[in-house]
């Protein structure tokens, strides 16, 4: 079974930038056995490019300005750290132009810190802000910092699935400490951590948006655990935006979803926090002295049997155009609390296309559609993948905004089996043409419908719709037979009729892993 990884143009533009280099290409196994002897044999503006294999090895960036990166991505391309260390290293200064790309960093122990504890069983960075894009994270172990351990600088941590891994204190995927992390489009998934922060541990200048943070667990019983998808505590201001945050869970503690402690200014917009769970705050726990802003979230649970936002003491919290499931009846408030309970607030299904699913897109006919606050700061130009922010005249509550767009409902398919898709657009559109190509435009070519990113004539099209009351059209493809691990499919699809008042929908590149 080949895993097919979603990414959009954007991503794509991104990562190739991020990769660019002047300098010397090497190649491994070709030019240097192993991983660790490029990296030394290399130069500043040098890229590494590492053949699809598996390589046991705890490769060191000894502080080198180079991008080191897998040919034909993570699932093809493993790094085994044996238990020894941490899978990879950044302790010499590295900066923004070290990059580390596209491998399954596995059998992380945790670099030794202090001479007695284990931090960073994927990644340990100290003092250091490399980029680390493209990864899985998996099996790390220590105690800090399961999948990436930071302290002291500002990594850039984007578009890794970090998974399965587990720590005996803090930050089961990511332990972010004394820095300014941005951490950004990733999947944090099934991690755990003995206290605080099962998917994301984070102290410092925050900037955390557009990951998908789900099934990670903090607290054990009898340890007043803290935080199943995020614990943090700002230090000066935390932007929390465009996430979606479900069905994680904590032990004995609160903070289902977030759990914030002592933050300075922590601001939380458009983020989804669903079927979170705690005994106290199951959505968000503002947990003591925390100073909050919140608007545009939706905090919704299938069951409402205890409360999804809880204020603790001496925390000033200000929530407004968010709809949170049983309105303020499941809200506590201590009694040196305060809560400022905005005028804009509603307590409505936001009808998520398919909650089963884990499709947390929102329907047209969602109460979260059209109702927002648009007064988002500037940075803040697109929803969780890359979508105009404001689609419409007004914003939409929740991390995705509706607009039009294709994406992938099924990530896991074998060559010749279907593949799921959802294409948004508005209700009652005919006909929705699906296109398979043979490569990307780049740059992409002007039309009076929109960006084309795919090369003409298309391998394959399907037609369908129209699109149905819900405003999203579900439609399968089949996967070519001879599809091969490391290729790259690229689709679009036009929403209407050609030559009439048509719309193209964003790039989605399916790569087999």
């Not at 130009?381 to 905004?401: K, S």
Request: aromatic residues 10%; glycine residues 12%; hydrophobic residues 35%.
């Amino acid at each position: 079974m080949f895993k097919v990884v979603i990414t959009t143009f954007l991503c794509i533009l991104i990562c190739s930038s991020l990769a660019l280099s002047f300098g010397a290409t090497i190649y491994v196994p070709d030019d240097f056995t192993t991983i660790q002897d490029a990296i030394s044999g290399a130069l500043n503006g040098d890229t590494v490019i590492v053949r699809p294999g598996y390589y046991y090895e705890n490769i060191d960036f000894i502080g080198k300005a180079i991008t080191v990166m897998s040919e034909k991505g993570p699932h093809v391309t493993t790094i085994d750290g044996q238990r020894q260390d941490s899978v990879a290293l950044f302790m010499n200064g590295e900066g923004v132009d070290s990059v580390l790309d596209g491998f399954t960093l596995t059998r992380g122990l945790g670099h030794e810190l202090y001479g007695w504890i284990l931090c960073g069983g994927g990644v340990y960075c100290e003092a250091t802000s490399p980029t680390i894009i493209n990864n899985v994270i998996t099996d790390g172990q220590g105690d800090y910092g399961g999948g990436v351990y930071s302290e002291g600088g500002s990594p850039v941590i984007s578009n890794n699935t970090i998974t399965d891994n587990i720590v005996g204190t803090n930050g089961g995927g990511i332990l972010c400490t004394i820095g300014e992390p941005t951490i950004s489009y990733n999947t944090i998934t099934n991690n755990s951590a003995e206290w605080n922060g099962g998917g994301i541990s984070a102290e410092g200048l925050l900037k955390i948006y557009a990951n998908t943070i789900h099934n990670n667990e903090a607290g054990r019983p009898g340890t007043q655990g803290s935080g199943g998808g995020i614990w943090c505590s700002a230090m000066g201001d935390a932007w929390i935006y465009n996430n979606i945050i479900f069905n994680n869970k904590v032990v004995d503690g609160g903070g289902g979803g977030i759990d914030s402690f002592s933050s300075d200014n922590i601001i939380l917009f458009n983020n989804t926090l669903y079927g979170n769970q705690a005994d106290e705050g199951r959505a968000i726990r503002f947990d003591y002295d925390d100073n909050a802003i919140l608007y545009n979230n939706i905090l919704w649970n299938l069951l409402t049997v205890s409360t999804l936002m809880h204020v603790g003491y001496n925390c000033v919290v200000s929530i407004d155009y968010s709809d949170l499931r049983g309105g303020l009846s499941k809200v506590t408030v201590e009694s040196t609390g305060v809560l400022n309970w905005g005028s804009s607030m509603i307590d409505h299904n936001p009808s998520f296309v398919s909650v089963l699913k884990s499709d947390f897109h929102i329907s047209w006919n969602s109460p979260c559609r059209d109702t927002g606050d648009n007064a988002v700061p500037a940075f803040a130009t697109e929803d969780f993948e890359n979508d105009p922010r404001i689609a419409a005249d007004t914003i939409d509550i929740g991390a995705d905004e509706f607009h039009i767009h294709l994406y992938a409902r099924s990530q896991d398919v074998s060559p010749g089996a279907n593949v799921q898709f959802g294409i948004v657009g508005d209700p009652g559109t005919t006909p929705v043409t699906l296109a398979w190509s043979s490569g990307i435009e780049d740059p992409p070519q002007s039309t009076p419908y929109g960006d084309l990113y795919i090369i003409l004539p298309a391998l394959w099209t399907g037609v369908y719709g129209p699109i149905p009351s819900s405003g999203v059209l579900a439609v399968s493809g089949k996967a070519p037979a001879n599809w091969s691990a490391g290729e790259m499919h690229p689709l679009q699809a036009l929403i209407g009729p050609l030559y009439a008042d048509s719309k193209l929908t964003n790039l989605l590149v399916l790569r087999v892993e």
